[in-house]
């Protein structure tokens, strides 16, 4: 017979089992004995300021290295904190699994000290969630959370841990068997080949084709087919903010971003093509505007593991449910290129009557530092952000050509997810470039993470693009409430300071001449942190933009009107002007 | 357009998951006729009829929605004509000394009976389909009924 084992044993020994080598979260009454069986452990733990940071750390983990991030928190105020964490891996698909202490299993629902209901809170944000009553379920719990997690649809799992549950003795039988029996991807792991082969036909015969790619692609690492796909069909590729790195864009193919802020060109593209290829994306609001008007001359093929994705905004005429490797490499056996070879020319064409466009102001604009920070790490740096205009910017300024390179919260929008996913990626990726691209508002509401870096001496770059405003919130309120900037001011911070208070570097920038060498600088640095607060103009709006509800030939801040306001323009650099840029070589 | 859907599904039988049902159908705003939840032959298993009011597209969601769900072992519409629906509906109803006969013989036409029968009211129990228990209804009506509950529709497929 095994020798017994606590509960909260049995839990880090299928952690190690799951290859879990690091862990964020903070402890407390009802999850010490887990704590304390960590104490001594491979794992490592690390403790992080707030259980928000450590949900977001699990995330960015998750995002930049494609395995499952570990959060821990205690029972009550702890499990409550990591929500909105959690939310923000649901909305985008991310495998994190959150492990909560509870209250003991005799006084579940008494309102007993630190007791919330964990599981009823995060049902609807959780792809699933065990409550573990008898320690005899533990093994068999983890093991299903982390498959469960990081197979088909990838999402945060939740464990819930009732004290007792913890200190309980039992055998440690380890399962090696999973089985599900209503998780239907075991069930269905073969793809639909009828499916496949429609929409091949329905490529040939396109005039107009664009590739729509979205997360999916990264989380399904399906770069390599869809590149494949790309090359072998000269099909131009265009992908959602969670999509960006799944498709280079140095590649002659390659169409930036769609959607509200999205190219000028590629939404025009977007509004003219016959099909439209969606691979692993979800036809996200701020993807496709109106849905009806999205696309509307196309027919429109959707790749995704996930049926209910499929006509859940936009109404296809392929769907193909499956694993997008899979799909796209049964695809890219069969299917015959069409000739784009006049929609390549129309696309370029456009690409240089509309480039992406900013004017100069006196102080120093945001689209030049992301513009130089891209430059300078040659576009290879692990970029988080928070989120409002600097997200945008970075989505449309800085060059992405790797997966997993952008960590961002596209679907829940979750301002102060930038520094603890950047520290939660530098975790996972020790020798990558981490930056964090962040708003003067979105830092502020996780700037206590920076003690988490500081311990660690990570070398992550914060770039605080700080505009003294909400300024996404102030755009709009410029835009659709006549100017009245209800709450949209934020009161000027020293956050060079406040970096080094935190022990991290801080470094001011309010000249143009200034921000390659503070780059630079900045990357020298390699054993803590460096904060860089550059000080940017107050009142600059991101374009272009479809307003809500708009169909995407209708754009505001388009290169015309820019044009007409005067001003020096500014191209992206990285776009090339030359005739070489999407021809069929 | 917009029509009544009878969904069957089989759950896996232990704690949470009518919740988690209930919650997905409410948070994703689908309307709901009924649900009920059940026992099986598999004590492990139970099995919980939707009757949904949706169009093609919306029931189409709400399949997969429920298919996500890890506690969801099948989902099945099931199609008009092809499955057998019950529901069983109580009724109190006020009676004098010449309507008690006439309630009686319509409760008999209905295949129902007087499960409780006092001085001036009596409650009266029914099984049938969903229209056949709207037709008895429409016809208790006149007498006026003081409480009335139904179950909400059970269903199995036809072989
Ligand atoms: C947690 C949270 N609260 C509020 C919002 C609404 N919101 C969206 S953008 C934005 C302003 C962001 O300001 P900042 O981080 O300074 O970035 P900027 O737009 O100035 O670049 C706000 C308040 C949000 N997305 N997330």
Known sequence: MAAKMKGAQILVECLKREGVEVAFGIPGGANLPTFDALYNSPIKVILTAHEQGAAHMADGYARATGKVGVCLATSGPGATNLVTGIATAFMDSIPVVAITGQVRTSVIGNDAFQEADTIGITRPITKHSYLVKDVRDMARVVREAFYIASTGRPGPVLIDLPVDSTVAETEFIYPEQINIRGYRIQASPLIDRAAIHRAAEAIAQSKQPIIYAGAGVIHGTAFAELLELAHKTHIPVTTSLLGLGGFPETDSLSLGMLGMHGFEYTNYAVAQCDLLIGIGARFDDRVTGKPDEFARRAKKIHVDVDPSSINKTVVVDYPIIGDVKQVLQELNRIVQAPDTRAWLATIQKMRQEYPLLYREKEKLLPQFIIQEISELTKGNAVVATGVGQHQMWTAQFYQFNRPRSMITSGGLGTMGFGLPAAIGAQFGRPDAVVWDIDGDGSFQMTTQELATASKHKLPIKVAIMNNQHHGMVRQWQDLFYQGRHAQSEINPVDFVRLAEAYGCVGIRVEKKDDVRPAIERAMAITDRPTVMDFVVEETEDCWPMIAPGKPHDQMLGTYETLKQAGGVPQHRRSDPDEEAKLSLG | ?159
Request: charged share 30%; aromatic share 4%; glycine share 6%.
């Open chain 2, 1 to 159: 357009m917009s029509e009544r859907h009878t969904i069957s599904c089989l759950v896996e039988n232990h704690f949470g998951v009518l919740a988690r049902v209930s919650g997905l159908i409410s948070a994703r705003a689908f309307n709901i006729d009924s649900l009920t939840v059940s026992t099986t032959e598999d004590p492990t298993i139970s099995r919980m009829t939707i009757v949904v009011d949706a169009d093609a597209i919306k029931l189409e969601q709400v399949k997969n929605q429920l298919n996500r769900l890890i506690d969801v072992i099948e989902v099945q519409e099931l199609k008009e004509g092809q499955f057998i629906d019950r529901e069983l509906l109580l009724a109190r109803v006020s009676v004098d000394g010449r309507s008690r006969a006439e309630m009686e013989s319509i409760v008999r036409n209905f295949g129902g009976r007087l499960a409780e029968a006092d001085e001036d009211s009596v409650v009266i129990e029914a099984a049938g389909d969903t229209h056949t228990l709207d037709r008895l209804v429409e016809q208790l009506r006149s007498y006026g009924i003081t409480k009335l509950v139904r179950t909400g529709r059970v269903a199995l497929e036809k072989q």
